[in-house]
């Protein structure tokens, strides 16, 4: 379903963001865990949680804790990684494609999809998306974010394709909008779609510390970033 142009399994070494959080500081460690606090704040307290993309498993490795999770990504080396690094008896990675995980009658309180599905064609969005809403319980709660491309998204893409050794330009190829992303959970037959904005300005803040950037993203979820984030965040029902 990837884009031919860029190979995910050779061109990203394996760990590269993970290592990146593990600073623990700076304005990207401060971009990831925001994001990753986000998705947590919309779940619903699940005992099972499917992460679709997991790549070096740093979601589930540091936010997770307590909850029986399990990675899947299509990166041998990235699930390699995150197997080493976040592996436990609970916290489970595996390189397989989510359409031979339905086959197992696997279900799941939730699945995350974290800045994934701009990677994809749309139809292959969709189609990713159809296949996830069959893992889910029938009360079961999907929570997906990619960038907003109706915000100041392309202009901070821009800055990290000139300054990352890792670059954008050949990997988001479908740019979401509001209004496509919601169209494109309602195509894949979920219901009680919402569509949000998260990720403001606050992971700039970091240059003055971690502390200024959480006291700013508290401000702008107060006033729900004016619906400009710099990410859109999605919650359906299958």
């Given at each position: 379903m990837r884009e031919a142009a860029f190979d995910y399994e050779t061109e990203?070494?394996?760990?590269?963001?993970?290592?990146?959080?593990?600073?623990?500081?700076?304005?990207?460690?401060?971009?990831?865990?925001?994001?990753?606090?986000?998705?947590?704040?919309?779940?619903?307290?699940?005992?099972?949680?499917?992460?679709?993309?997991?790549?070096?498993?740093?979601?589930?490795?540091?936010?997770?804790?307590?909850?029986?999770?399990?990675?899947?990504?299509?990166?041998?080396?990235?699930?390699?990684?995150?197997?080493?690094?976040?592996g436990t008896p609970t916290h489970r990675f595996v390189a397989q494609p989510v359409g031979a995980l339905a086959a197992t009658g696997e279900r799941f309180d939730a699945v995350t999809m974290i800045e994934l599905i701009e990677h994809l064609a749309p139809e292959d969005a969709v189609r990713l998306l159809t296949d996830v809403r069959k893992l889910l319980s029938p009360d079961g709660l999907l929570v997906v974010t990619t960038p907003n491309y109706g915000s100041l998204w392309p202009l901070i893409e821009l800055g990290v394709n000139a300054v990352s050794t890792v670059s954008y330009a050949d990997q988001h190829i479908n740019k979401y909008r509001r209004r496509q992303f919601a169209n494109h959970l309602a195509q894949a037959g979920y219901r009680d779609v919402k569509v949000t904005t998260v990720l403001g300005f606050a992971p700039f803040a970091a240059v003055f510390g971690l502390g200024a950037a959480n006291a700013l993203n508290s401000l702008e979820n107060g006033v729900g970033h004016l619906g400009v984030g710099n990410l859109l965040l999605a919650t359906a029902r299958p």
């Open positions: 990203i070494s394996a760990g590269f963001y993970d290592r990146i959080y593990r600073r623990r500081r700076g304005v990207r460690y401060s971009w990831h865990d925001l994001k990753f606090r986000s998705v947590v704040e919309h779940l619903d307290q699940p005992r099972r949680v499917l992460d679709v993309g997991c790549g070096p498993g740093t979601f589930i490795g540091n936010y997770l804790d307590g909850i029986d999770a399990l990675g899947v990504d299509l990166s041998a080396a990235q699930v390699a990684y995150a197997s080493e690094t976040y």
